[in-house]
């Protein structure tokens, strides 16, 4: 008999109330009608549906939904925060449950580079108040090998093309620009940490 059947079940009674909370969003009007997964485009690669993250939330598995490589696939669409008939804002809820799992170390389980991008997108937030692409691109791509990858596999002349071709059409500007209140921006990211 499989071993993980016979554990016991880990139940955190303060989990939902920490996350409605500390999202401000009250996840435990949920009924499971199950629009939300319905709706979503990026099923596939989850490992467990919208629904079931949420189901997590209300029965106090803090883990399952925490370790799971769903809240990493989940990008931030509203797709299902537009179909819940209970107006929940489970992108919204998403977005917290990548927050606390970092804020626990909790790494991304699905071995992919999601949580990279989250960080170098806050990364550019915190110093810009808004993300400039080429940036963007160039941390992420430097911060896990992958230039090098694509200069091994010959493919990075491609992008560079790519790239030119949107500077020269001014969809990708070279000096990045800030926002004017950057002294807002730092007392966001204050409040969240």
Known sequence: MDESLTAPVQIDFDFLPQVERGSGIQASVCYQCRKCSNGCPLTFAMDHPPDRILRFLLL??????????????????????TRCPNGIDIAGLMDYLKQEACR???????????????????????????VHEGSFMNAYLLSHGVWWRKILAGTL????????????????????????????????????D
């Open 60 to 81: 106090g598995q803090a883990d399952q939904a925490l370790h799971s490589r769903t809240i990493w696939v989940c990008s931030s669409c509203e797709t299902c925060t």
């Open 157 to 192: 002349i491609h992008d560079l093309r790519l790239g030119w071709a949107l500077w020269k059409r001014g969809r990708l500007p070279i000096v990045p620009r800030g926002v004017a209140d950057q002294a807002e921006i730092e007392r966001l990211f204050a409040a969240k």
């Open 104 to 130: 626990r170390g909790i790494p991304d389980p699905s071995g992919n580079r999601s949580l990279a991008v989250h960080q170098c997108f806050l990364d550019q937030i915190r110093r810009r108040g808004r």
